[in-house]
């Protein structure tokens, strides 16, 4: 079934220290995978995007690496900032097409 | 700021209650999806609109209705409220509506049934 998860509810890390969030996925169909950041209080918001036709995609002080031999996705945050405290979703798009399908997020707290 | 505009912010209600949420897309964009995001279930899709037609149907309850008027804005129903449907709702929306399209979500309304 479709079904993305990741694998910590939870991370903290020191501001200026890189940050891992991972993510597991069980639909070997999905092509498309977002990484999304919700601020309390607020919605999701779009941080990156990556096709299964790449492994690796790099953003602002973001990159995303996609692994599908084991169906597994990571966010990667270089120097992580208090600004960067939220909770991490990433999400594939479903077998319909165009709905995202969420895992159950990371909360990434940043400390100074 | 997204751009995408839900109301209201906070709605209170009691269980059998019938109730409605708003949502008005960014300009420009002609797609609208609803999710819901509870502690039980995480952020689930719910339904889809484009142009005023309804496209994708995700775990939407039948208690629960939405429609895209001409003017693109879009109206959640939730009926027979139960107290399972505490939760955010959120409007997203998108261009096109496509499966590459980016959704720009708006703030959400929580919603409390009592």
């Known amino acids: 079934g479709e079904n993305v998860g990741l694998h910590l509810p939870t991370l903290s890390v020191q501001e200026g220290d890189n940050s891992i969030i991972n993510c597991a996925y069980s639909?070997?169909?999905?092509?498309?995978f977002i990484w999304y950041k919700q601020e309390s209080g607020k919605g999701p918001q779009f941080i990156i995007d990556i096709r299964s036709n790449m492994d690796k995609r790099q953003g602002q002080r973001v990159t995303v690496l996609l692994n599908k031999t084991v169906k597994h996705l990571s966010l990667q945050i270089a120097a992580t900032q208090p600004g960067d405290s939220a909770v991490y979703f990433c999400a594939e798009r479903s077998q319909a097409g165009t709905a995202l399908i969420f895992g159950k997020g990371t909360t990434l707290s940043v400390s100074s | 700021d997204s751009g995408v505009t839900q109301t209201p912010k906070h709605l209170i209600t009691a269980t059998g209650q019938r109730v409605t949420l708003r949502c008005s897309p960014r300009s420009g964009d002609l797609s609208v999806y609803w999710y819901q995001q509870s502690l039980d279930q995480g952020l689930q899709f719910l339904i889809q609109?484009?142009?005023?037609?309804?496209?994708a149907k995700g775990n939407i309850l039948e208690r629960f209705s939405a429609q895209q008027f001409p003017d693109l804005h879009s109206e959640l129903n939730l009926s027979s409220l139960e107290l399972g449907d505490s939760a955010l709702y959120f409007c997203?929306?998108?261009?096109?509506?496509?499966?590459?399209?980016?959704?720009?979500f708006g703030p959400g309304t929580r919603l409390t049934v009592l």
């Open positions: 997203a929306s998108s261009v096109a509506g496509g499966p590459l399209d980016e959704q720009f």
């Open positions: 609109y484009y142009n005023g037609e309804e496209r």
């Open positions: 639909n070997s169909a999905s092509d498309y």
